[in-house]
């Protein structure tokens, strides 16, 4: 595997893939890998012959307070999980080749009705953080394919609208949440947890799996669902931001006859943020 920090050396090794007519398959990240994104590339296998894989903290999807100058950087160990994972091509710019002109001038993209509900609602700004970066790296690398993982559930749904409503002609896979054996899904922001704080978090998988049996028995009550998440991760100590049940194609609130249905929950435990969803499928 190759490291690169310009957009000019992606270009030059990708272009000439793509000349020999090979498939280009993209895993953007923020780094500090872990299995959940080794089982990206692992998904990203099946698409391509060609595997590039991005590592960019992106300073434009966090707010003034949250973690960015925190947020864990393992540089190294990364490189070693994408040449074990078989990744071709590993990108690690600084700020300043993304953003030449500083994050806050830079040209933004928001998808209207999807960056500023949920986590666009308690993380302003995060939403088209996430989508222009990202439009940004699908420039840079110009691939067939991208995958994302979708514990992200909200930032999938995005990424799948801009790329429809800006013609991009890349194609989105979404790669199943990886967990641990108690239900928590893997997350860079888990290792902020205390360990009696890990021992409580598996409760968000637990809620929303409790509300997904709801949903699949046919239950339409969607505010009784959401309350009753809200305050079953209430009672258990954590600070929840929402727990809501919505459509899954576009995050719109379901009614009785909706099929596809997502439970979405965020809530704060100690310093950690954490995200979590289930899809149930209505027959
Ligand atoms: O999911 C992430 O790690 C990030 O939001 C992404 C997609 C790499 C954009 O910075």
Not at 53 to 79: C, K, L, W
Not at 122 to 134: A, D, I, K, L, Q
Request: charged share 25%; hydrophobic share 40%; aromatic share 6%.
């Amino acid at each position: 595997m190759e490291t690169v920090t310009t957009i000019r050396a992606v270009r030059e090794r990708v272009r000439a893939w793509r000349t020999g007519g090979q498939r280009v398959v993209f895993v953007p990240t923020m780094g500090n890998l872990h299995a959940g994104h080794v089982s990206l590339i692992e998904a990203a296998r099946r698409h391509g012959e060609r595997f590039v894989a991005s590592i960019f903290v992106n300073p434009m999807q966090f707010g003034p307070n949250e973690d960015f100058a925190h947020y864990p950087r393992t540089p190294r160990e990364d490189e070693r999980m994408l040449a074990a994972a078989g990744c071709d091509l590993m990108f690690m710019p600084d700020v300043a080749e993304i953003y030449p002109h500083g994050a806050e001038r830079a040209t933004r993209v928001e998808v209207p009705g999807l960056s500023r509900i949920l986590e666009g609602e308690f993380r302003p700004g995060h939403m088209e953080g996430v989508s222009t970066v990202v439009a940004k790296l699908f420039h840079i690398v110009e691939p067939d394919v991208a995958v994302f993982g979708e514990k992200d559930f909200q930032q999938l749904t995005v990424i799948r609208r801009m790329v429809a409503e800006l013609c991009m002609r890349v194609e989105i896979v979404g790669a199943p949440t990886l967990r641990d054996t108690d239900g928590l899904a893997l997350s860079s922001r888990n290792q902020y947890l205390t360990p009696a704080e890990r021992k409580l978090a598996p409760v968000i998988h637990a809620t929303l799996e409790a509300a997904a049996r709801r949903l699949r028995a046919g239950d339409a009550q969607f505010a009784s669902i959401e309350r009753e998440g809200f305050e079953k991760l209430e009672n258990a100590g954590l600070r929840p931001d929402y727990f809501s049940v919505r459509r899954s194609d576009d995050l719109g609130s379901p009614t009785a006859e909706t099929r596809a249905l997502v439970a979405l929950a965020a809530a704060r435990l100690g310093r950690a943020r954490l995200i979590d969803n289930v899809q149930v499928a209505r027959p």
